[in-house]
């Protein structure tokens, strides 16, 4: 079993609708969790951290269940721009971290 | 400018050749990593480092070698190249575990 698993997707929304998505993780133990972004192959860039009380960074809102193991994200009010792989992050308690295979976003006009 | 600095960008190789990828940061980071890309698989750990003169072998390792001999630059080895080894390779580095990851831009490595 991979230590961290994500819907690939593709989420195909059109603009100003809301997607969400999650990603599950094995390591009961994992301390971290973050969401990256990454376009057309270049490197991953932080979006947000993700924190056990959920967190909100303008449209993109963050929540960890640490109960199920999982993490999520949700962004409204889609934007053109906003079509990307997300990466979620997992940090273990020795440094270790490990990456979900990515979900892709596609908002179309 | 401050970041993650990898060199080279792009590289051809031919199968059995070995090269060095140079990661530089200039962030006082203590912690450092390599990962490859691979269509459809995510990214796949290589090696890390927790600090200068430490490595550690991370989810794919086999056919790598890393040295961390100054604490800025983090480097990976592949003494004999493949096919198999045809990737795009990122280096990342972090202050701390509650701190989100800087990564370099990439290196897109052939193997023929």
């Known amino acids: 079993r991979k230590e961290v698993e994500q819907d690939p997707g593709p989420f195909n929304v059109p603009e100003g609708a809301t997607v969400a998505f999650n990603c599950t993780y094995s390591n009961s133990a994992s301390q971290s969790f973050f969401w990256y972004r990454q376009d057309c192959r270049k490197e991953p860039k932080l979006l947000m951290s993700?924190?056990?009380s959920g967190n909100e960074d303008g449209r993109f809102t963050a929540q960890l269940n640490r109960a199920s193991q999982y993490i999520s994200l949700l962004i409204r009010d889609s934007k053109l721009s906003d079509s990307a792989t997300y990466l979620c992050?997992?940090?273990?308690?020795?440094?270790?971290?490990?990456f979900g295979a990515g979900t892709t976003v596609t908002v179309r006009a | 400018n401050a970041g993650v600095t990898q060199t080279p960008k792009f590289r051809v190789l031919k199968t059995g050749q070995s090269m060095t990828l140079l990661c530089a940061q200039d962030?006082?980071?203590?912690?450092m990593y390599w990962y490859r890309q691979d269509p459809g698989m995510g990214l796949r750990l290589i090696h890390y480092s927790v600090g200068e003169g430490t490595t550690a072998k991370g989810e794919v390792p086999d056919g790598y070698n890393v040295s961390r001999l100054k604490k800025q630059n983090f480097l990976l080895g592949l003494e004999s190249a493949a096919p198999s080894q045809t990737s795009v390779y990122f280096c990342a580095s972090i202050r701390d575990r509650g701190y989100g990851y800087t990564f370099g831009s990439g290196t897109r490595l052939t193997v023929v």
């Open positions: 992050v997992v940090i273990s308690n020795d440094y270790k971290l490990s």
């Open positions: 993700v924190y056990s």
């Open positions: 962030m006082n980071h203590e912690y």
